[in-house]
């Protein structure tokens, strides 16, 4: 068989090949594991190393998923307006890096299933907004699964580069019955592809205008095993579509993607499920988290008048908030923490009292931040407002107050990373310092 016809697909192929090309070709060993990756489609054996290495291959659970590596948590509340149900859906997902070694935070936001996500530690990814029910809290949690899967698997990035996607750099070129489709890139290459996954059942008597398609534009269209990202459990599949010269070659990435397990959808959950409150705090953000007494104080730039501006509050008169608004995601985030440490602490007076006053004041902040339109009030009574099943309980369980301390300093941190140094955002701060002295000191 001609050599120039082997397309190998895995890296003991890549090798097998190379010994044949040093035997017959007289070559460096080097130079022949090079030419035999790029008969593979890969741009050399470094570039085959990169994407090969990480086929799965690590120990599984009975649903065939990843059970080593790095650990990362994936977490949506949600709660139920009719029954008054509400929860807090937690996914362990393992990968062969960090996440952040495979998607950046403003890749994150190219991708529908990401973007809604915030990072809440370094091994955390949570959505701000409540969902609707349970069943729908997982199924965002295993969608943003089986991207994460797919990028560890493929190497592949989330891309807005449409214009080197598709056919004349335009995706109005795009293949009949292109549906639910995402655009991806190689970093090592800088190659791009077409992730289309539309349902199964409106495809099917597309085939050969697709296969046309491919043709006219000089495009390649592969479907590995692996039903994809976007709604494997309803029927879409996934289609791998590139430049069969300039795009990602397609081949290696099929025989990873056919050597995955079943991706994982709503009926094979094997999450965590957890009251709304308190909220779920990593172990990786736990870890970051610096006792309180011992973390020297920080030398703060002057503040100027120019970061505040004045309002008038109802039965209180002139005030004044910081001169900027805080992302709407932020505002969910510091009410979810808050109203965690408002449930547990009504009878410790000097925690309570001081978190009570923080969230009113950020919710007066909130309203002048936000009109009816970008922020329903459905949507802004929630923030901060809304919670039920307050403990009364005179004493608090070790791990519940260390949990408490975390949430109370993530708040400091989402509110001096989005408001400028002024009066009105040091008084909430000495307010968080105080209600976590109170609470490190309760019980002692």
């Known amino acids: 068989m001609s050599k120039e016809a082997i397309r190998p697909s895995t890296m003991d192929g890549i090798k097998r090949l190379a ?34 290495a990480n086929a799965p291959s690590s120990p599984r659970s009975k649903s065939g998923r990843r059970r080593s590596g790095r650990r990362l948590f994936l977490t949506v509340y949600w709660k139920d307006r009719k029954s008054g149900e509400s929860g807090r859906e937690t996914l362990t997902c393992w990968l062969s890096v960090p996440w952040s070694d495979l998607v950046t935070p403003v890749q994150m936001k ?17 959505r701000p907004n409540l969902m609707e029910s349970r069943s729908q809290a997982r199924r965002r949690i295993c969608a943003a699964a089986r991207v994460l899967d797919f990028m560890d698997a493929t190497r592949l990035r989330p891309s807005k580069g449409h214009s080197r996607a598709y056919p004349g750099g335009s995706s109005a070129n795009a293949p009949p019955a292109r549906d639910h489709a995402s655009v991806w890139f190689d970093p090592a290459t800088k190659r791009y592809l077409v992730a289309d996954e539309p349902y199964e059942a409106a495809v099917e008597d597309k085939a050969g205008a697709r296969a046309q398609w491919a043709q006219q534009h000089g495009f390649d269209i592969r479907r590995p095993t692996w039903p994809g990202m976007y709604n494997p459990d309803g029927g879409s599949r996934l289609y791998l579509i590139a430049d069969a010269v300039k795009g990602v070659p397609l081949d290696p990435l099929v025989a990873i993607l056919n050597s995955m397990p079943p991706p994982i959808v709503e009926d094979t959950w094997d999450g965590e499920s957890a009251p709304l409150s308190p ?33 008038v509050q109802t039965f209180v008169g002139p005030q004044r908030r910081p001169k900027s ?25 000097g925690v309570y009292n001081r978190v009570n006053s923080i969230r009113s004041e950020l919710d007066e902040w909130t309203q002048r931040e936000y009109n009816h339109e970008e922020l329903p009030n459905a949507q802004f009574f929630d923030l901060y407002y809304g919670e039920s099943g307050a403990s009364f ?13 975390a949430e109370l300093m993530r708040v400091k941190e989402v509110l001096t990373k989005h408001y400028p140094d002024c009066p009105p955002l040091r008084t909430l701060l000495k307010k968080t310092d105080a209600a976590v002295k109170s609470l490190q000191e309760w019980g002692v």
């Open 393 to 405: 309980a005179r004493s608090i369980l070790p791990e519940a107050k260390e949990r408490h301390v």
């Open 19 to 52: 010994k044949t090309l040093k035997s017959e070709q007289g070559i460096k060993h080097a130079q022949a594991l090079d030419e035999a990756a790029r008969a593979g489609g890969f741009e050399n054996f470094r570039h085959a190393c990169n994407v090969l």
């Open 325 to 349: 608004k805080m992302p709407i995601e932020g505002h969910a985030e510091v009410g979810r923490l808050l109203k965690s440490v408002l449930l547990s602490t009504y009878e410790r007076k």
């Open 279 to 311: 909220i779920f705090i990593s172990p990786g953000a736990l870890e970051r988290i610096e006792p309180v007494k011992n973390k020297p104080k920080q030398t703060r730039q002057p503040a100027s008048p120019r970061n505040t501006v004045g309002y």
């Open 110 to 126: 190219l991708n529908r299933e990401l973007m809604h996500f915030s990072i809440e530690g370094p091994d955390h990814l949570a």
